[in-house]
């Protein structure tokens, strides 16, 4: 079956985050939110599970614990077990639960920049440090790209650094680390005793047929050392569903981890969990051909960047529906995402990636192709007057 993902969903009015924040005449770009229609499998299992119409108190189903463990061996050859499954609402709550399980109040957090907002905040959120490494910004040909700075890495590690929690695949920079980087990322930690936190929650919007490599599946030794953090949120466009897990393989670290959900953190309602495993039964046609569209949408941002916009400079994501855009050479006083905004359409704001970033702005690409060519019309728009 075909899927249509061009077509225009009106979320204006409803309950969208994304939406309501600016209101009427503003097109948003911002959150990693998808404009995109959820697999009909996903659709159909959601309306029949409402229409049932009593909504007890919810166990997860064994058969999606089953389906994860059997989707890690089939993706990755990474061999886990039932147990070592933890679900959490969301991966933003799976890494603050992880630094609480790791660290204590004045425990350094170590984050690359620049970063996922909530990962650069997460060490705050528990009177913790933030300790930051510097990915290395290159550029060929208007594109750029970021490398990883292992100098950078082991110098930001010190003894009160407890965790380190990585953003792979990298938002905002698409940047997918091969197993090089991540081994040696890995044993730094290691050996420094950090204990890994890997937010892979785009682990499945991977571009152009490359392979994604979770931290854990590197070595068991690697798998002791680390929590890795999945969800179908992003994969199948359902992060209001409220479902996503981690897995530890370390009894002591998954025990310790438990301990700080206790009382806490519920796990998934109903609905997550209908609809995580309607997605993982059912969904990967509609997955294959999402990254066919995020592909496109990709490459049509970089051309219309290079044609239109000479003077940004975009990112060539292997991964995620995410691109990143250098607009320190547009001539823009202020900030660029203040700056685009009055002419219509809202971007991320490249100053909450980190606090050196500089002047960039984050477009999220999960919409229709007619909505990207909107919102990159806004963008030469206004910087039209500048040139
Ligand atoms: C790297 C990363 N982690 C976590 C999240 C959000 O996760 P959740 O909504 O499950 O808390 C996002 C959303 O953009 C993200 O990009």
């Given at each position: 079956m075909r899927y249509d993902f061009d077509a225009v969903v009106d979320r204006r009015g409803g309950d969208s985050i994304k939406w309501n924040l600016?209101?009427?005449g503003i097109l948003p770009m911002?959150?990693?939110?998808?404009d995109v229609l959820s697999p009909p499998a996903v659709i159909d299992a959601l309306v029949k599970r409402a229409q049932h119409g009593v909504y007890g108190y919810a166990g997860a189903p064994a058969v999606l614990a089953d389906l994860l463990v059997k989707r890690m061996q089939d993706l990755y050859n990474w061999t886990i077990t039932t147990d070592d499954l933890v679900y959490v609402p969301g991966v933003v709550t799976g890494f603050n639960i992880a630094a609480r399980a790791v660290a204590t109040p004045g425990g350094g957090v170590l984050v690359q920049t620049p970063n996922y907002p909530p990962i650069l905040n997460a060490a705050a959120n528990h009177d913790m440090v933030t300790q930051t490494a510097e990915l290395k910004l290159v550029e060929k040909n208007g594109v750029i790209d970021y490398a990883l700075d292992m100098d950078a890495f082991t110098g930001a590690i010190?003894?009160?650094?407890?965790?380190f929690i990585l953003c792979h695949p990298h938002n905002p920079t698409g940047r997918l680390m091969n197993r090089e980087e991540l081994t040696a990322m890995a044993h730094a930690c290691i050996e420094r005793g950090v204990v890994i936190c890997s937010?892979?929650?785009?682990?499945?919007?991977?571009?152009?047929?490359r392979q994604h490599i979770p931290t854990?599946?590197?070595s068991p030794e690697i798998a002791q050392h680390t929590i890795t953090l999945m969800a179908p949120s992003k994969t199948f466009n359902?992060?209001?569903?409220?479902f996503s897990f981690a897995i530890i393989q370390n009894p002591e670290l998954r025990a310790k981890y438990k301990k700080v959900m206790g009382g806490m953190v519920p796990h998934a309602g109903i609905f997550g969990y209908v609809g995580a495993l309607a997605a993982y039964e059912h969904g990967q046609e509609w997955l294959d051909q999402s990254l066919v569209h995020y592909a496109g949408n990709r490459d049509f941002a970089i051309d219309f960047v290079k044609k239109h916009m000479p003077q940004l400079h975009i990112t060539n994501p292997e991964s995620t529906y995410l691109s990143w855009v250098d607009c320190?050479?547009?001539?823009?006083?202020?900030n660029p995402k203040e700056y685009f905004q009055k002419f219509g359409v809202a971007l991320g704001d490249g100053?909450?990636?980190?606090?050196?970033?500089?002047d960039f702005v984050r477009i999220t690409?999960?919409?229709p192709r007619s909505l990207l060519a909107d919102g990159l019309e806004m963008m030469r728009k206004a910087l039209e007057p500048l040139s």
């Open positions: 600016y209101g009427d911002w959150v990693a939110d998808g010190t003894d009160d650094t407890k965790i937010d892979e929650i785009h682990c499945d919007i991977i571009l152009d047929g854990a599946a590197l359902i992060p209001g569903l409220g320190s050479r547009a001539g823009i006083e202020g100053r909450n990636f980190g606090s050196q970033v500089g690409m999960a919409c």
